[in-house]
């Protein structure tokens, strides 16, 4: 079942997406009596069929041009989405980008700083082309073409805390992936 509902007052530039039945028709089994492998195996089908709750927010790609051997630099055009741009608040946040037509979203670390989104409008980010995956499909895009992003996720890295600053003027933060 997918259903897209009209954008909230809150988010007028934003649609939900529900692509599962909702929770309410499922059983809940009482897992603690199973053997562990059929404990596991319960979880994981109770949650293929949990509710896509993520709000998506259409944005145009405002860039995209090749940065290295299978790396691309993207940039994703996020002026018309300013609470996006906000909640981008520390280094080291992500969130989901998904092309249209293109049924698994992919999750991709943001390369701008915090402070880039709000003067710019703008998201960057640092994508390795992987065959067979939405990635891949995000490379082939043009400029203009339109995907769909989540919010800003998670906590960041906390550089706040390094106390006193001053004596700490050079931080290296080490990540896997393109997020390096």
Do not use: N
Not at 135 to 146: F, M, P, Q, S, W
């Amino acid at each position: 079942m997918a259903l897209a509902l009209s954008p909230s007052p809150s988010l007028p530039h934003a649609h939900v997406s529900q692509t599962f039945p909702p929770m309410s028709i499922l059983r809940r089994i009482p897992l603690l009596h199973l053997k562990p492998q059929r404990r596991r195996l319960a979880t994981l089908a109770a949650a293929a069929v949990r509710q896509d709750t993520t709000v998506w927010t259409p944005t145009p790609l405002a860039e995209i041009s090749p940065a290295a051997e299978s790396l691309f630099h993207v940039s994703i055009d996020i002026s018309d989405a300013p609470d996006i741009a906000s909640s981008h608040t520390r280094a080291g946040q992500y969130l989901q980008l998904r092309v249209v037509d293109v049924g698994k979203p992919t999750f991709l670390a943001i390369a701008s700083p915090p402070s880039f989104a709000s003067a710019s409008g703008a998201f960057e980010f640092l994508v390795k082309s992987v065959a067979g995956s939405t990635a891949e499909v995000l490379c082939g895009l043009k400029k203009g073409d339109v995907v769909e992003i989540s919010q800003v996720m998670g906590r960041g890295f906390a550089v706040d805390r390094i106390q006193p600053p001053d004596e700490y003027p050079t931080v290296l933060i080490f990540a896997t992936g393109s997020g390096i």
